[in-house]
C-alpha cells in the first residue's frame, strides 16, 4: 500500500452504532495519519458516493464502520460497483456475519457448534415462555445489530414482553436462544489465522452495550486463562467460523464455554471494534501487534472481491 493513496476511512454511519464508530474511526484515523498515509475521515450517510467522488478516495478503510448499512455487506456493494478497493470481508460475507440467523444456520449446516434457536417476526403475535421450546432462561436479540444492542437476559414471564419490545425496536426478526451459563471467549481471526483468545467478565450483570464501552466496567483476561487443550479447540472453531462464512481481514469470533466445558458459537464479527477498550487490539498485542501494526495490517488487505 503506496502512502499516496487517497484512504478514506469510513466511519459513523446510520445504525444504532453509530457513536463507537465514530471512535474506532478516530482511532483508525490517527493512527493512519502517524504513520505517514494520505487518509481522510469520512461520516457515512445517504451521501457516501459524492463524498467519495469529492474527496477522490483510492481506498476505503472499513474497520470503523460498525452496525446496519456499513457492516452488512451494504457500503461493501456500493464501493464494488464504484471500483474503490476496501478492507474486510465481501459483500456476502458481511451479510452472513451481520444476520445472526443466517450465520447459525450456516454454522450448523457445517458442523459448528452453536445453541439451539427460534426465530420470530414481529407480526407473529405475543408468545409465552411455553411456545419457547428450551424455555427459560433464554437469551433476546435482534436478529441484525452489534454491540448487544438490543439485548436481554429472560429468566422469568414478566420478562419476556420488554425483551420482546427492546428487541423489536432494532429488528422486524428477533433470535431467541437458550441463555448458557459460562465463559465469554473471544477470538481474533486475521486472514484465516486465530491470533489470540481474550475473556470477558463483566463486574455486573452481561457483556451489555454498558459494559462494553465503559472504561472499568469489565475484566479482560488476555490471554485467556484456558487449559491447552481447550484453547487449541478454541482456536479451531474461531479459525473455521471464519472460513464458512468467508471472512477475510481481521474478525472477532464469540463464543460460550460453559461449565462442561463445552463450545457454543455466538456470532462473528465481521467488523470488531478498535475502541480503547475494544477486544481485538487486546488480542494483537498480545501475539505483540501494537495499534500502528495493526491497522496497517488490516490496510493491506484492501481488495475489491468482484471480479478483481
Known sequence: MQNSRKIGVLMGGMSAEREVSLKSGKAIFDALLAMGYNAVAIDV???????????????????ALHGKWGED??????LEIMGIPYTGCSTIASAIGMDKIIAKQTFRYHGLP???WI???????????ADIPFGLPCVIKPATEGSSIGVSIVRNEEELHPGFESAFEYDGRILIEPYIKGR?????????????????????????YKNKYTPGNTEYLCPAPLDAHVEKEVKRIGAAASEV?????IVRVEMILDEKERLFLLEVNTLPGM?????????????????QQLVKRILQTATLHIGN
Open 45 to 63: 450517510g445517504r451521501d457516501l458516493p459524492q463524498k467519495l467522488i469529492e474527496e477522490k478516495v483510492e481506498v476505503a478503510m472499513l474497520a
Open 73 to 78: 455487506g451494504c457500503v461493501q456493494g456500493l
Open 114 to 116: 452453536t445453541a439451539d
Open 119 to 129: 426465530v420470530v417476526e414481529k407480526n407473529s403475535g405475543p408468545l409465552k415462555s
Open 184 to 208: 465469554e471467549l473471544n477470538v481474533g481471526v486475521l486472514n484465516g489465522d486465530a491470533l489470540g483468545i481474550v475473556e470477558v467478565r463483566p463486574k455486573e450483570g452481561f457483556y451489555d
Open 245 to 249: 462464512i468467508g471472512c477475510t481481514g
Open 275 to 291: 475502541t480503547t477498550t475494544s477486544l481485538v487490539p487486546k488480542i494483537a498485542k498480545l501475539v505483540g501487534i501494537d495499534f
